[in-house]
């Protein structure tokens, strides 16, 4: 099992640019979830799916953020434009759906936005 | 929604010596797990334990639900040990939503 796999570890872009961030699930997962980091405001919950579908975005900042899953084995978390407010470092975590299965984490992709 | 209490937020300790981390919850949980944050930013999950007591090796936990509390033991710290323990929890409206605590900074010195 390769646990939740995200890329890139770093990501380095300039202000205005687009970014995308990717994360592949644990095979089998049902549920997957995004999640910020910040020294403010901490561990948050951007957005979640269940069987690829999305349920809750309420934590999604603003409309400049976008979460997709085409799949089982894949989602993508984009900013466009992204600014420098951005920069944090983004979780991916997936979890068989159902109250008794704990949720995994990837390591997570460093954002700076300068 | 379902809020996430951890004490201390810091913590300094000799190597050898013992700790206790706590969790309050404001609501009946579904999902408690305590995870060590490492110093290269991996979070590491440690227990699933919504309730009950659980042991691995120098590290042991024990929820009591009805009382909307966890405990985090480390026994015989070691420098590796150092880090930020995160509590988090679902439960409540929004059952899927796992909610972070604040984190306990820990700093084991030799």
């Known amino acids: 099992d390769a646990g939740v796999i995200q890329s890139p570890r770093h990501e380095v872009t300039e202000m205005g640019q687009e970014v995308t961030l990717r994360c592949k699930p644990i095979?089998?997962?049902?549920?997957l979830f995004w999640y910020r980091q910040t020294m403010m405001r901490g561990l948050e919950l951007l957005i979640y799916?269940?069987?690829?579908?999305?349920?809750?975005d309420s934590g999604m900042p603003e409309d400049r953020f976008s979460a997709k899953m085409p799949n089982a084995s894949f989602s993508t978390l984009k900013i466009q434009p992204s600014e420098p407010r951005d920069s944090a470092v983004y979780f991916c975590?997936?979890?068989?759906?159902?109250?008794?299965?704990?949720?995994?984490f990837g390591s997570g992709t460093r954002l700076t936005v300068v | 929604g379902i809020q996430v209490e951890q004490s201390p937020p810091d913590l300094i300790l000799q190597e050898g010596a013992n700790s206790t981390l706590r969790c309050n919850f404001s609501d009946s949980v579904n999902n408690l797990q305590w995870f060590h944050q490492n110093p290269w930013g991996q979070l590491i999950n440690l227990f699933y334990i919504p309730s009950g007591t659980k042991q691995n090796g120098r590290l042991s936990a024990t929820t009591v639900a009805t009382e909307r509390y966890s405990l985090l033991y480390i026994s015989s710290s070691q420098t590796t040990d150092s880090g930020v323990y995160f509590c988090a929890a679902t439960g409540g409206e929004g059952a899927q939503k796992l909610v972070f605590g604040q984190g306990t900074r820990l700093t084991i010195n030799p």
């Open positions: 799916f269940n069987n690829n579908v999305p349920i809750d």
């Open positions: 095979s089998g997962h049902n549920s």
């Open positions: 975590a997936s979890r068989l759906r159902g109250f008794s299965y704990g949720y995994t």
